[in-house]
């Protein structure tokens, strides 16, 4: 049983490009969460995803993010125009459900660096 | 507003030299506490889930506790290979909310 897969592991854009992050979740888990990390911080929450559904985005900056969880494949997050201050680590964790409030299982996470 | 305070941010210990890491909460509708550990370039490593005050959990050096308000990560005897960022969550209704952590260097 694979764990939770992210990719590209790293990934360089252009100010102005789109960047794409993926996420395949553990097999069996229907619950995508997807956070972002700036160096010697916390992971800081951004958006909480069920299949083909968005629970909870609270997180996400209003604009120019966006993210999917549809019924086939993984889910994506998208930065539209990226900036430099979106360089940062952005991890994925998948959970079985959300009822039991089971253990979330992380990803290796993505490091979006913008030149 | 939900909080999660992670104390120290830092801490320095001699291998042997047992310690204790502090995970206070402020949240409505706890669901769970969970401990994770991290090492450089390393996406979290999940250690313990913690629902009730007064549950306890270990796994070999670590012990994890839990009251109403905070949460304890004791570390006994601590070698070299325990170095690592060591970050508490708090699970309430749709998300899961985590501290800055704490940066644990032990010395050999």
């Known amino acids: 049983n694979a764990g939770v897969m992210q990719n590209p592991r790293h990934l360089v854009r252009r100010r102005g490009q789109e960047a794409r992050l993926r996420c395949s979740p553990m097999?069996?888990?229907?619950?995508v969460y997807w956070y972002r990390q700036l160096p010697e911080e916390g992971l800081k929450f951004m958006v909480y995803?069920?299949?083909?559904?968005?629970?909870?985005e609270s997180g996400m900056p209003k604009e120019r993010f966006s993210a999917e969880f549809p019924k086939e494949g993984p889910s994506i997050l998208r930065i539209q125009q990226v900036v430099r201050g979106d360089s940062a680590a952005y991890f994925c964790?998948?959970?079985?459900?959300?009822?039991?409030?089971?253990?979330?299982?992380f990803g290796q996470g993505t490091r979006l660096t913008v030149v | 507003e939900d909080q999660v305070t992670q104390s120290p941010e830092a801490l320095r210990l001699q291998e042997g030299e047992s310690s204790s890491l502090n995970c206070s909460y402020t949240?409505?509708?706890?669901?769970?506490l969970f401990w994770y550990r991290q090492d450089p370039g390393k996406g979290p490593e999940f250690l313990f889930t913690?629902?009730?005050a007064g549950e306890e959990k270990e796994k070999e050096r670590l012990k994890a506790t839990l009251t109403k308000k905070e949460s304890f990560l004791h570390i006994t005897a601590p070698k070299p290979e325990d170095s690592a960022t060591y970050l508490c969550?708090?699970?309430?209704?749709?998300?899961?909310?985590f501290g800055a952590g704490t940066r644990l260097t032990v010395k050999p």
């Open positions: 969550a708090v699970q309430a209704e749709n998300d899961m909310r």
């Open positions: 964790a998948s959970s079985p459900n959300r009822a039991l409030s089971t253990e979330a299982f």
């Open positions: 995803l069920q299949k083909e559904n968005i629970i909870d």
């Open positions: 949240v409505s509708g706890l669901r769970g």
């Open positions: 097999k069996g888990h229907s619950h």
């Open positions: 913690l629902y009730s």
